[in-house]
């Protein structure tokens, strides 16, 4: 079984899932090791939830957690860190300070002008072409501004999940000017692409970034691809894992990879 290196627990603000319950789910799957990736979106005081993490607890939390499992399942101490181009410099002390604590970063846009694309107001001011258009233009800034600071690029089209027109208006080929700017710059850069599979629970049923995005980057020379679930829940983790692999495979991957103290390995598929 693939292992499941996006995953949320009681820390995230969306979570109320044990660290526990999700260890559990995943030995159940026959993984041998997960990265727990709990959200860590600093100034957005605009959220619902608090996604800001208590990084000491967090960090002295799974090192307990991943100690206590040694032996039986690897937990790799990972985080999803929200990326925004105003907070550069938050996001340099942070990994100043922790990023050797961690062994796995994922970086994320998930807020284009003080909005989540989960929610319909997001797209109520703009239609789903503009908003999709705001989208990648922004996360291709910030890929750019800001990929020191993460190891693998989460859900690359994460707003196309929620798009309300998304299946009319989104494919690759409308939006191929920044998503291949984007792919370059993690290729250049040794950063992976994440295949998100919770986009497969979506109303567009795909991968999040879409089956022709993943075949793009792999054509560019991209090999790095992490692949998580963003399960919130146990019933979620690993979803759709066998899917991927198949797809993965027919896009010519031969290895998707996992990070241990910050450094990549490939596993085959």
């Known amino acids: 079984m693939i292992y499941d290196c996006h995953l949320h627990t009681e820390f995230s603000g969306d979570s109320d899932t044990p660290v526990q319950a999700q260890i559990k789910r995943a030995a159940a799957l026959g ?3 997960i990265a727990v990736t709990d959200h860590h979106d600093y100034d957005c005081p605009f959220c619902e939830d608090d996604f800001e993490l208590h990084l000491p607890e967090y960090l002295s939390a799974l090192k307990s957690i991943k100690k206590k499992y040694e032996g039986m399942l690897r937990i790799n101490i990972g985080i999803e860190l929200g990326l925004q181009c105003h907070i550069r410099d938050y996001l340099e002390k942070f990994y100043e300070a922790y990023g050797g604590e961690f062994d796995f ?9 003080h909005q989540d694309p989960y929610f319909p107001d997001f797209w109520e001011g703009c239609g789903s072409k503009k908003g999709l258009e705001d989208f990648f233009e922004a996360s291709l800034k910030r890929v750019r501004l800001l990929h020191p600071f993460f ?6 089209d994460y707003g196309a999940r929620y798009a309300p027109d998304g299946e009319s208006v989104y494919s690759y080929e409308n939006f191929k000017e920044p998503v291949d700017a984007i792919l370059q710059i993690l290729i250049q850069q040794g950063k992976a692409l994440e295949c998100n599979t919770g986009g497969l629970r979506s109303r567009l049923q795909q991968t999040n970034p879409a089956p022709s995005i993943l ?3 792999r054509e560019m020379g991209g090999e790095l691809i992490t692949v998580g679930s963003d399960a919130h ?7 759709g894992f066998e899917q991927a692999r198949e797809l993965l495979k027919s896009c010519g991957f031969r290895y998707y990879t996992v990070f241990h103290h910050r450094k990549a390995e490939m596993i085959p598929l």
Do not use: Q, V
């Open 31 to 33: 993984m041998k090791e």
């Open 151 to 156: 190891d693998s690029y989460g859900h690359l």
């Open 215 to 217: 075949k793009r980057y």
């Open 105 to 113: 970063i994922i970086g994320s846009s998930h807020f284009i002008r």
């Open 233 to 239: 829940t146990p019933e979620h983790l690993g979803y």
